[in-house]
């Protein structure tokens, strides 16, 4: 429970910075270790711009009352939406029959006819999706991006909330 608007200010600007170091490792992981994304690794990655959007909005204007419970609620709206991303991910990668495999990502987003059926395509066809080529503790790295997001939807909900 974060009560003073510097320590609200602090803890918002930490959740940046998390989701920074998180974006960091996952292109160190493409770039250094050769872990080529597939398209739903992509979709998680954008979920954490608007993320590391309302942590910043938030650090910066540090609000009290009902402007910090509406960062609060951005926060974990922002959150869910990137954990249901990753669950999917989860998903497809432990269905006995995964979808069929689609065009690699820029192919995809070069030949789409409009955004949203690029989208439903991705999510339709993403059998690529359901290699495990990463794991952590016995985790696949959509499952760690997944508690991620949960975790940073209750950083949202600590830094920004006087009472839980």
């Given at each position: 429970m974060i009560s003073t608007r510097s320590g609200?200010?602090?803890a918002n600007f930490a959740?940046?910075?998390i989701v920074a170091a998180l974006l960091?490792?996952?292109y160190f992981a493409q770039y250094v270790q050769g872990y080529e994304p597939c398209p739903l690794c992509w979709f998680q990655r954008y979920a954490m711009l608007p993320v590391a959007a309302v942590f910043l909005l938030a650090g910066l204007h540090a609000p009290r009352g009902v402007g910090a419970r509406v960062y609060a609620v951005f926060g974990?709206?922002?959150?869910l939406l990137g954990a249901a991303i990753a669950g999917w991910h989860i998903y497809i990668q432990y269905t006995p029959n995964p979808p069929a495999c689609s065009a690699p990502f820029e192919i995809l987003w070069s030949n789409r006819d409009n955004v949203f059926a690029f989208v439903e395509r991705v999510f339709a066809e993403a059998g690529e999706c359901a290699e495990i080529d990463w794991s952590f503790l016995g985790l696949s790295m959509p499952s760690w991006v997944?508690?991620?997001f949960l975790a940073l939807a209750g950083l949202?909900?600590?830094a920004n909330l006087k009472r839980l």
């Open positions: 609200r200010r602090a959740g940046v910075g960091g490792y996952a974990v709206l922002t959150g997944l508690l991620w949202a909900v600590a």
